[in-house]
């Protein structure tokens, strides 16, 4: 699939529950919010039918997302589904990593790749209090089983937080010393309704490299990929600089996302979304409506003006 601006559109992101069993501070209100009916969450058939139909139309790698995706049931049945797909080569999954030691053998076996894991402290007390309850012993358990089964390189998604844990760079840093782990250091965005984090947490990602001027830039081997990657002379691993506010990445977007109650977004960061639910027993209107949604993608995102583009619920059919 092509977009407006010559785009090939190939990477679909899978929301499969908008469930979680953490309440990050910068994420959620301590509340959590108001979840969705189980009757409007696609059933594994409904993605399966999908990902076959996008298959088709040149998507090819899949990320597995939530919420938190480990806590939908029986998550490898569906992994499996998508893995019987010859033309996708590759599926991963982003987690907290609270469950993914009890799963991480099931998961290889399903057909997983790899998992990026979402790790903002290594230290037990702070990691409790960012995630609001979270064990910081269970994530590690569930990177070691990572490891042993080969879901890798594994990637470690870190939110910096200024006056948070800006002091911990160094810590994340020194894991890409003696193995081939990736520590990506994600800049806060403004998720919420008042978007505070962009202003009273925000810290650019130039921040890392003031601390290491001897940090080597790596050619980029994936264009669509949000990530620059660095290394240290010596160190065995990467580390990863993901700036959607200091530097866009937009250019070379290749990637949709499907809600966990089947609404395709163009822009991981708008709220403009299509329902494509309704569309599933009418496979010609399908295919339309996809290649007419993925050619309207925006050319770059707003959230560095401190917005996401305008809510609007684009009608079906036309």
Do not use: W
């Amino acid at each position: 699939m092509i977009d407006q601006f010559g785009r090939t559109i190939n990477y679909l992101r899978i929301s499969v529950t908008d469930r979680c069993n953490l309440r990050c501070q910068y994420c959620m209100p301590e509340e959590g919010v108001e979840k969705k009916k189980h009757r409007d969450i696609l059933s594994f058939e409904e993605i399966d039918a999908l990902v076959s139909k996008m298959a088709e139309m040149g998507v090819n790698k899949i990320r597995i997302t939530g919420g938190e995706p480990l806590v939908r049931k029986n998550l490898t049945q569906l992994i499996s589904m998508i893995n019987r797909h010859e033309s996708i080569r590759e599926i991963t999954m982003t987690t907290n990593g609270i469950y993914l030691a009890e799963h991480a053998d099931a998961l290889k076996s399903a057909g997983l790749k790899r998992v990026n894991i979402s790790l903002d402290s290594l230290k037990p007390d702070r990691y409790q209090a960012i995630t609001r309850g979270g064990d910081l012993s269970m994530v590690l358990k569930g990177i070691e089983a990572a490891k042993r089964v080969g879901l890798t390189p594994i990637k470690i998604n870190v939110v910096l937080m200024k006056g948070i844990n800006d002091d911990e760079i160094d810590d994340f840093v020194t894991l890409t010393k003696d193995e081939p782990i990736e520590v990506r250091f994600i800049e806060l965005m403004p998720v919420g309704e008042d978007g505070h984090g962009s202003t009273q947490h925000y810290l650019s990602n130039t921040t890392v490299l003031d601390k290491y001027p001897n940090m080597k830039c790596l050619p980029k081997k994936d264009p669509s990929s949000p990530a620059t990657y660095y290394q240290l002379p010596e160190y065995v691993g990467k580390v990863g600089l993901i700036s959607p506010i200091s530097g866009k990445f937009c250019e070379m977007c290749n990637r949709v996302r499907l809600s966990a109650d089947g609404f395709l977004k163009y822009c991981l960061h708008s709220n403009e979304e299509i329902a494509l639910k309704p569309l599933l027993k009418d496979e010609a209107l399908l295919e339309h409506t996809l290649r007419r949604t993925v050619f309207m993608k925006p050319e770059e995102h707003q959230i560095d003006e401190g917005q996401f583009l305008n809510k609007h619920m684009v009608q079906i059919g036309g």
